[in-house]
Each structure stands twice: as C-alpha cells, then as structure tokens.
C-alpha cells in the first residue's frame, strides 16, 4: 500500500467519525461546556481556510495548464491535500460550537450536513486527482459548489438569513425569484399592534441574530410573541407590568462595558427610544393585542401606519401621460413606492372635473390623497371618485357637491379625512357618510350642517 | 446638448487665464453637482410626510421669553436684586450678539447659507406651479419699538438655485410690484416679451453653461404666472364675515401682522410650501414695559387667528406653524431699573418657540429653564435639533437632505450631529 493510500485511509477515519456525530449526536439546542464552546468558536475563524484553499485549487488547475507554468499545476495538488484537511477540521469546530452554543433548527442541520459532505467531497476530488482525468474536473466543480451553497448558509446562521440579499436591488431580486422588500415590516405580529409595529421591529433590528428559532443563546427565543413571553434558560424574561423587575430590560440597560449587558459582543445598543419604548409596553402589560397607539407617553412612528397602496412604479408611463392630458399632478406621497400617490390640482384647480376623475381609473388603486378643493368636480364626479378604494383623505372644499352626492362615498373603507368646507353639505349628508368605517375628521365650516 | 458647450480653453480664455486650476475644478464641480435644467429637487420626501406646508411667523428681534411663555412667578421677589452669580456660572457677559439673528433660520451664524424656506423649496418643490414655494410677508413696523432691520439674505437661497430664495412681498401699497401689465401691453405682447428675453438668456446659458442663467429663465415664468395667480391671492374681497370676526379689522389693511396671517392662510390653501412672516421690534433693549403692549398687541390676536383658521378649515393637520424670534433675552435690565422702564440684553442660553399642527405634539411643554430663565435645566433642544424635527415632520431625514458644495456635502443642520426630538412629534 502507497503513502498516498495510506493517507486516504487515515482522512476517512475522522469524516466518518464526523457523520456518526451528526447522526447520534446532533445539536439540540442546549448550552454545554465551555471547553467545547471555546474551541468550538474558532469555526467561524477556521471557515476561511477551506473556502479560499479550495477556491484555489481550479485557479491554479487552469493556470497550470499552460506548460510554461506546469509548476502552479503541481503545486494545486498540495494544496489540495491542505484543502482537505482544513475541510476535516473546520465542521468538527462547527459541531462543536452547534452542539455546545445552543443552536438547533433547519438552517443549522442544513449547514451541518453540507459541510460534512464538503469534507467527503473533498476527500473523493482528491482521490480522483491523478486517477481520473475525466472525472476530477466535475468532481473539483461539485465541490466548490458545494461549498459555496454551505458557506452561504453559514453566512445566514452568522449574520442573519438576507445577509446577502438585503441591500439587493429590486431587478436582480426579480431575477432570483426573491420578494419584494416591503418597507420596514414588523418581524411578527399585527403592525396595527402595539407589539407588531414598535417592539418587533426593535427585537428584529437588535435580538434575532442570536435569539431565534434559528440560534438560540441561553435557550431565548425573541422571534415570536409566545416565545418571548416563555422566556430562556433561567426563566422568563419580562415581568408584566414591571419593567424594572424584568430581565430584558436590565440587560438592555446596562452600559456597553457590562458582561451581561445586550445585545452582546459588540453589536449596536438600543437607542434610549428603544428601551424606553420597551418599558412602556412592559409596564403596560406586554400585550401583544393592545393596539399601536393606545400607550400615552411613546413617540409615535414616523410616516404611513399601513401599506397603503400598491407599488405605483411599473405604472409611470401611464401616470405622466395623465398628468400630462389632464393637467393634474400626481406625486409620490414619499419615496416608499407603496405609500401611494397624491392627486394634486392647486396649479389648476378650475380644469379638474368630473370628467378628470373618470379618467384617473386606470391609476385609481394608487390615490391615496386627493387634493380637490376649489375645484369643477360635482355629485356627478363622486360615483368614480368611489372607486378610489385606497383613499384615506379627500378635500372636496369650496366645490358644487351635496349632500345627496355624498352618499356616493360609502364604499371608501379606508377613508379618515374629509374636508366639506365651504360645500353645500347638510347634517343629513353628514349622516350618511357613517357606513365609512375609517372617517375620522370631517370639516364642516361655512356649511349649513356646521349649526 | 451638453449642459457645458464651452471648451477648457474658451473658459481660461475668457477669464483672462487668471484662474488658478484649483478654483476653476470647484467651479467646475459647483456647476456639475446642480445640473443643467429645471428645479432641481432630491425628490419626493424620504418618508410620508405629516405636514405638507409649513408657516414660520417669526418676531424679529427676539422675544423675552419669560415676559411671553417662561413666566416665572418667583422672579417678582426678586426685583432690583443681582443675579445670582451661580447661576450665570463663568459665563462672559456680551453686549450685543449682532449676527445672531440667522441663526434659527439658516441654521447658521455664517452669511452665505440657505434659509429654511430656501431648503425645503430645494427639498420639495412647488405644490402650485403659479406661485413660489417659498413666500415671505413683512410686516409693518411698530412704531416706538426698536425695529432692527431685516435684509434679504434671511430668506435668500445661499449656494442653492436662486430660484429657491423666498419672494418678499411688500408691507406697503402692492404685496408685488409691477403686477398690471402698462397701458398698451396686452397680455400676449406680455407673453411675447417673456419668450423672447427667455430665448436671449437661453443663448446665454448655452454659451456660458451657468445654471443661474436656468434659474433666472424660470423666474421670469414664475413672474409671468404672478401676474394673474398673485391677484387672486391677496383679493380678500370674498373673504366671509366670520374673517373679519377671527382677524379682526387690523387684517383689513394690507401690511399689518394680521393681514400677513390672513394671507398666510390663503397661501396655505393654494399650495404654498412654505410662508414666513416678518414682525419686527422685539429687540426691546430699552423700554419693555412700554413696547411690549404693543407688540403683543400687533402680533397675538394674529397668531391666535391663524392657528384657529387652519383648523376650522380642515387645513391645520398637515400645515405645520411655527412661532419663534432669533435667541432668548436676559433676566436682568439692561440700563436704568424702573417699574415702568426696563430694558432687556440678547440672551443665547434659552428661549422659547411654539408650534402647532403639522403633526407637532400638542398641549405639550417640552424643556424647563431655571427660575431665572437663564439655564436650561431639562431637555435643552439645540436649533439644529429644531431643524431637524421640523424637516422630519415634512417627511425629510435631515441627514439626507444635501447639496454639495465647496466639496462638502451640505445641510441645514450642519455637521454637528442633530436629532429629531421625538417627544415633539404627534
């Protein structure tokens, strides 16, 4: 027997022994020694290695292969054989950080089992290198395949799962099949929620790196409302209606230095809006019901509370032909593509009727605000007006509508402002506009229903 | 066409050589950073916006905050006393901080620098293309206040398109010049007229590649469009009963702060982004007692107006009004003590300013001075921070909102990182 298959034998011993340890010993989400965890954090130093010695390897294959450089092409052979060894050793380090740091779920097997078989794969190219001319190219790709797809998911378990793709523009986003990013959208939870819209953004931004389902530090979980109530290892975490007795709070309070302080190992703080935000939902009974406004005292969010309309930019061209034909300006609310557009006419307020409206339908989706006072528009004008199902405000001041015309508004679900001032409107018009679940301000000066 | 026809050459040439290569690459990068046509804007707010407009009624000199919104009740034991020496800690005494006053509205003391109009005209553009996005009103004067003058730079456009500085309309006689168009000019040979000069300053532009040539071309527009929109602005003639009731009949004589505030309300109904109005003789270094009165009597029943207004008319929500002078006044008298004759010094460390509506936090006090109203001694809210928060509630991160110039990316709120104060937010 060869050197070169005594070598070969003596590889096999621990990618096998690594297998056995994935198949009767998998992670299981507890926290063990922390001689285990102390080597086992060398793994995500150690992944380096593999990565850029097998990246190498066809670099060098393909280089060599011009005869003046025949030297590079012997070399890859060595550094192949250096490649399989950092393959070997580095998801040994990684079940030893999995099995001992708390980390469980499908991502992490995923991983596993991907480098696991990176090793074999490993093992087999170099085999096959010297044996098989036709097979070690395909082998040498698969491999370096397989390690991209396993350092991918290493990159997900480290840095969160849109590592990668988060900052991706949106036309290379479609080509990858991946979703549209929607705004800022709270991680779980109902964003008309106290809970959905200000503290699951906040755990999102700052906690599930290391407290998932995913990764599980001192066994706390922070990605899902049930999870964060029953809390880790030592027990709960928040102590309804008492901040100052809850865990969380404290480790989030403590100064950066502090060993316990959170998040841990460098990651930005909470801001002090942030801890005081979560005091607030603390001491007001960490409901995940209690609605977005009802804590007195939180500085409310910035811009729309709700997607509010669809994306308005695969309609530009028909939005400036019809700025252009009616004389009307449609503007983006904001530069958040679904905060929707706003129908404005002070330019020309004389020229938008009702006609103009019938010829808005085509953007109609989009309109959440429209601009009318002063305008041409009358009770014929409201009917397609109607159909405007996204608008949340309308200003119909000093136009020729009436009472009897309003009536036309009913199907606007999402409707909160109305501004009649200066209209003909009666209190009987102001009656019928009840059905309008969301109205919330209605202004009535210089109208016969103000008495 | 390219926006700079001119060759490296013709440039040097024309300017006689005399340009050193590292002032021509400025002026070079000033020209490239603004672009070569229209309104140049950074686009639509970076978030939806709770306020669509903003009114600054600002009183020139500055008001004593504690003889308006900082009263001190304990302050009247200690009349004809001396200030005590920890509270004004090492702090060096000055005269006078003339300068000052462009501090709140430029965000800087330096001249050279856009005002807050002129940034949120460069932020947000027009709403109606007929009347400016930036509109200032001058109120009359006072008389016996101590009326420090005002210059146009307050509400100029500093490095930014001269397009963005505000348009000061006239305390007396017309709110704007020249608006009738003279015996024998029809409106047409008017049209012709504008058309025709816009055409030679097109050559110009083409020829010399300055972006102010754009501006000025779009000016004379703007001016043209003022021709009509502007009498239909200030033509108060349908105004109803219940205006007069809310104003008062100061609002019936053009100039007055009442009228300016009835004005403002007009402007704000008709798209203006932006309206400051102008009260000056606040700067009450002599006689408090005496000027006082009179300019509460000039300004309150306008402020109170205005507010009211908006409101009953659907439009306070998103229009954002802000009441405030330049900096603060001291505790002490400056000159000679009376009961009935006291003046009172600048004062850098505290003053007081109101907002409402515009999804500003209301029946809030935010901030608490000391019994002398002399240190801030909670929640102290730097100007740039004001500028900040008000920028946010126009839907705009103050950090994004820039324009580069003399290599510097710059903004309203400076380099000294500002914060949006949340507690004054709705």
């Given amino acids: ?451 | 066409m390219s926006p700079r026809r001119h060759s490296r050459r013709q440039f040097i040439g024309r300017m006689g050589g005399v340009l050193s290569w590292a002032s021509l690459a400025a002026l070079m990068g000033a020209a490239g950073a603004a672009g070569p046509a229209g309104a140049q804007s950074p686009g639509p707010p970076n978030f939806a916006p709770r306020a669509k407009r903003a009114i600054s009624l600002f009183m020139s000199g500055a008001p004593p905050q504690m003889d308006l919104l900082d009263y001190k009740p304990r302050l009247a034991a200690y009349y004809d006393s001396e200030l005590p020496d920890s509270v004004r800690g090492s702090q060096t005494l000055t005269g006078m901080t003339a300068g000052q006053s462009r501090f709140p509205i430029t965000g800087n003391m330096v001249p050279g620098k856009p005002s807050l109009g002129a940034w949120l005209s460069y932020g947000l553009g027009n709403m109606n293309e007929n009347l400016p996005a930036f509109v200032v009103l001058n109120s009359r004067l006072i008389p016996g206040a101590d009326n420090q003058p005002i210059a146009p730079r307050l509400w100029g456009s500093g490095f930014l398109s001269s397009e963005h500085a505000g348009v000061a309309f006239r305390s007396q006689g017309d709110p704007v010049l020249y608006l009738n168009d003279p015996d024998g000019m029809s409106r047409e040979t008017r049209r012709a007229l504008v058309s025709g000069i816009n055409a030679v300053n097109q050559l110009t532009y083409e020829e010399v590649g300055d972006p102010e040539t754009h501006a000025r071309i779009r000016q004379y527009e703007m001016a043209f469009r003022m021709q009509t929109s502007v009498p239909e602005l200030t033509d108060t003639a349908n105004e109803p009963k219940s205006t007069w009731e809310l104003y008062g009949d100061d609002a019936r004589v053009p100039g007055t702060f009442a009228y300016n505030c009835l004005l403002a309300r007009r402007m704000a109904e008709r798209g203006v982004r932006f309206t400051q109005i102008y009260q000056r003789g606040w700067d009450v270094h002599k006689n408090v007692v005496g000027n006082l009165p009179k300019l509460c009597a000039a300004t309150d029943r306008g402020c109170y107006a205005l507010v009211t207004d908006l409101q009953r008319r659907g439009l306070l929500a998103d229009t954002l009004v802000i009441w405030g002078g330049e900096f603060g006044r001291t505790v002490y008298s400056q000159g000679g003590l009376t009961r009935d004759n006291y003046g009172r010094d600048h004062h850098p460390r505290c003053f007081t300013m109101w907002m409402a509506g515009g999804g500003a936090n209301p029946g809030i006090a935010h901030g608490q001075t000391d019994d002398f109203s002399y240190n801030i001694v909670e929640d102290p809210v730097h100007v740039r921070d004001i500028n900040a928060t008000v920028l946010h509630l126009l839907g705009i991160d103050h950090e994004k909102l820039t324009y580069r110039f003399q290599g510097l990316d710059q903004k309203l709120t400076g380099v000294v990182p500002a914060k949006v104060v949340t507690e004054l937010l709705a």
């Avoid at chain 1, 070997?88 to 950080?97: S, Y």
């Avoid at chain 1, 910035?302 to 252009?324: F, K």
């Avoid at chain 1, 309109?367 to 949340?392: K, S, Y």
Wanted: net charge positive; glycine share 10%; with cysteine.
């Fill in chain 1, 1 to 451: 027997m060869g050197t070169r298959a005594r070598l070969a034998l003596i590889a096999l011993v621990p990618i096998l022994g690594l297998f056995c340890l994935l198949v009767f010993a998998p992670p299981d989400g507890l926290e063990r020694a922390s001689l285990a965890q102390f080597f086992g954090h060398f793994h995500p130093l150690a992944v380096h290695l593999p990565i850029a010695l097998l990246l190498l390897v066809p670099l060098m294959e393909i280089a060599g292969a011009n005869p003046r450089r025949a030297h590079i092409r012997a070399a890859a052979a060595f550094v192949l054989g250096l490649g399989v060894i950092a393959a070997i050793v580095t998801p040994l380090l990684g079940w030893l950080l999995a099995w001992s740091g708390g980390y469980e779920g499908a991502l992490v097997t995923r991983h596993m089992w991907g480098g696991a078989t990176l090793a074999a794969a490993c093992w087999i190219t170099w085999i096959l290198r010297g044996h098989s001319r036709a097979l070690y190219p395909v082998a040498l790709l698969a491999t370096v395949g397989l390690m991209a797809w396993t350092g991918y998911r290493g990159g997900q378990l480290a840095h969160g799962e849109e590592h990668l793709t988060q900052h991706m523009p949106q036309t290379l986003r479609s080509l990858f099949g991946l979703p549209a990013i929607a705004g800022d959208g709270a991680a779980d939870g109902d964003p008309a929620t106290f809970y959905g819209a200000r503290i699951a953004p906040i755990l999102k931004d700052h906690c599930l790196l290391c407290h998932s389902s995913e990764k599980h530090r001192g066994g706390l979980r922070l990605g899902t409302y049930a999870a964060i109530m029953h809390g880790g290892k030592d027990g709960p975490v928040i102590v309804p209606g008492n901040p100052q007795a809850s865990e969380l709070h404290r480790r989030i309070s403590l100064p950066a230095g502090d060993k316990d302080a959170m998040p841990a190992e460098g990651k930005p703080h909470l801001s002090a809006a942030d801890i005081k935000l979560m005091d607030l939902w603390i001491a007001a009974g960490a409901s995940a019901t209690l609605p977005r406004d009802a804590i007195a005292g939180a500085a409310r969010v910035a811009g729309p509370e709700l997607p509010s309309a669809p994306d308005y930019r695969p309609q530009l061209q028909q939005i400036a032909a019809l700025e252009a034909s009616l004389g009307v300006q449609l503007v983006p609310r904001s530069q958040i593509p679904t905060d929707g557009l706003i129908l404005r006419t002070a330019s020309f307020p004389a020229h938008a009727s009702d006609a103009t409206i019938a010829r808005l339908a085509p953007v109609r989706s989009l309109i959440v605000d429209a601009e009318l006072a002063r305008t041409a528009v009358t009770d014929a004008g409201l009917a397609p007006l109607a159909t405007f199902t996204n608008l949340r405000k309308l200003d119909l001041s000093y136009t020729a509508i009436t009472s009897s015309g309003l009536r036309a508004l009913a199907p606007l679900r999402q409707l909160e402002t109305l501004n009649l001032t200066g209209t003909a409107t009666s209190a009987a018009g102001v009656a019928s506009l009840k059905s309008n679940p969301a109205l919330k301000h209605i202004y009535l000066f210089q109208t016969p229903a103000e008495e």
